[in-house]
T-cell receptor
């Protein structure tokens, strides 16, 4: 079974600085999806960034980028120019490839990293 | 607006009193799923549905039921809630394929069983 590990329960960063959240996963599959989700105090789960394993290029979304190291099974999230609105719980998640019409598209989540922004 | 709507947002109930958490999506997604979120455990899948009348267990299905009679609705049923089902629950749907593949989550239901 796939597992996702987020080894940093809490992180803090000064406003306008850069922070990196780490995520490692365990799988024997060669094709899969990886995600970072943000959960602010409102509880809403917000997709931050998505990476397909077959794409070698690291995904980026404005101030958010990933460092995807497939061989090392590592998927870290870098937040540049941190803003107060970035304060949230961040979850890393893995999804296996779906091989049939009725296959499960389960997301396997890590335990989360709580990010605090210091003004 | 494309969205997944969950109700209620908060619910306090007593042990053994049957309850239903509703979930509805307006994106014509085939795939829907329920997760529960607990501190230190992340989110874990309870049940999922691949299409109308097709459902299956996830990782933590004990004490829960689901149904999928219509494509847009996927209610979560707790026949006899117990305190260990106190949790934050999320419904999600996905498009399964496409360039912009991803999940859309509901806004969560905070359930307390006393």
């Amino acid at each position: 079974a796939q597992t996702v590990t987020q080894s940093q329960p809490e992180m803090s960063v000064q406003e306008a600085e850069t922070v990196t959240l780490s995520c490692t996963y365990d799988t024997s599959e060669s094709d899969y999806y990886l995600f970072w989700y943000k959960q602010p105090p409102s509880r809403q789960m917000i997709l931050v960034i998505r990476q397909e394993a077959y794409k070698q290029q690291n995904a980026t979304e404005n101030r958010f980028s990933v460092n995807f190291q497939k061989a090392a099974k590592s998927f870290s999230l870098k937040i540049s120019d941190s803003q107060l609105g970035d304060a949230a719980m961040y979850f890393c998640a893995y999804r296996s490839p779906v091989t049939s019409l009725f296959g499960n598209e389960k997301l396997t989540f890590g335990t989360g990293t709580r990010l605090t922004i210091i003004p | 607006e494309a969205q997944v709507t969950q109700n209620p947002r908060y619910l306090i109930t007593v042990t053994g009193k049957k309850l239903t958490v509703t979930c509805s999506q307006n994106m014509n997604h085939e795939y829907m799923s329920w997760y529960r979120q607990d501190p230190g455990l992340g989110l874990r899948q309870i049940y999922y549905s691949m299409n109308v009348e097709v459902t299956d267990k996830g990782d933590v299905p004990e004490g829960y039921k689901v149904s999928r009679k219509e494509k847009r609705n996927f209610p979560l049923i707790l026949e006899s809630p117990s305190p260990n089902q106190t949790s934050l629950y999320f419904c999600a749907s996905s498009s399964r394929t496409g360039e912009n593949y991803g999940y859309t989550f509901g806004s969560g239901t905070r359930l307390t069983v006393v």
